[in-house]
């Protein structure tokens, strides 16, 4: 028995999860907006209230679009039957786009079946659960059980794989949220800070007690989280590295995709936009 096959069970949690993410969004913009910044804003009582009115808004936008562009965005698949042909642009930090590969031609000398496969097994770019070529940086994924260009890992929070494709908006939806879960615990930390005072008066009914009360420890509990993420993250993408190419690193005394921390920062942000002089 393949202990790997129960991994499909994160499938079904992470639908789940995604259902959660929906609850949180809901549960703080009701904490946030509804009971603490719309009072202030009907009665014109601070600037402060009407730019973190503002300011909230604007990084929910960014934050649920990031989230659902990278649940929808496939990572980066393997096509069927293509193999390395050129090792250049490994040293140039580029092995991910499939310009990289080409085609297993139909017309090699004829060979067993078995020879092939004793042939594909023995080679570093050969997946043998998928049967299909292995580019670099490539990793099989257990949850999705195909291979994953320059795979990351696999989020259960987006149900899906964190690749060569959608690293850019898993980044930004993980810098958005840090950001807005911040912004939510300044802004429910004086209602929090008066949590009993207010209990005690009955200025607040005692569900909306609760939900201020859950939304600020929900907030800080993940902006705190997820700033430790953030750090993570940047230096990972500092050094063009994968989360799970971290001990691959540490093997090697000069690690061959890094071109240096501008570079790669834009080559992964500005994945998939053209070049200037090009079309």
Request: hydrophobic letters at 40%; proline letters at 4%; aromatic letters at 12%.
């Amino acid at each position: 028995m393949n202990p790997f096959r129960l991994c499909s069970g994160l499938k079904v949690l992470g639908y789940f999860m995604i259902l959660i993410v929906f609850a949180i969004v809901a549960l703080s913009y009701y904490a946030v907006v509804l009971l603490t910044l719309a009072p202030h804003l009907l009665h014109a009582r601070s600037f402060t209230s009407f730019l973190s009115f503002l300011t909230f808004h604007i990084l929910l936008v960014l934050l649920m679009w990031s989230y659902i562009k990278v649940v929808i965005q496939d990572p980066g698949s393997v096509p069927e039957n293509w193999k390395l042909v050129s090792e250049q642009n490994i040293e140039e930090g580029n092995s991910v786009a499939l310009t990289d590969y080409a085609s297993i031609e139909n017309n090699t000398p004829t060979v067993s079946t078995d020879q092939i496969e004793r042939r594909q097994s023995q080679s570093r770019g050969y997946c043998s659960q998928c049967q299909n070529g292995k580019p670099p940086r490539c990793h099989h994924c257990s949850v999705c059980h195909r291979c994953v260009l320059k795979m990351d890992h696999h989020c259960i929070w987006v149900v899906n794989c964190v690749g060569s494709r959608n690293y850019k908006f898993f980044l930004l939806f993980v810098v958005y949220t840090f950001l807005t879960t911040t912004l939510d615990t300044l802004v429910l930390l004086p209602s929090f800070i008066k949590f009993f005072r207010q209990a005690k008066n009955h200025s607040f009914s005692p569900g909306n007690i609760t939900v201020v009360f859950l939304a600020f420890v929900l907030n800080l509990a993940f902006s705190l989280s997820l700033l430790c993420f953030v750090i993570m993250h940047a230096s990972l993408l500092s050094s063009n590295t994968t989360s799970v190419e971290v001990y691959e690193k540490k093997k090697t005394v000069r690690w061959k995709y890094d071109l240096g921390w501008k570079r790669n920062f834009e080559q992964e942000l500005y994945r998939g936009r053209p070049e200037r002089g090009k079309g």
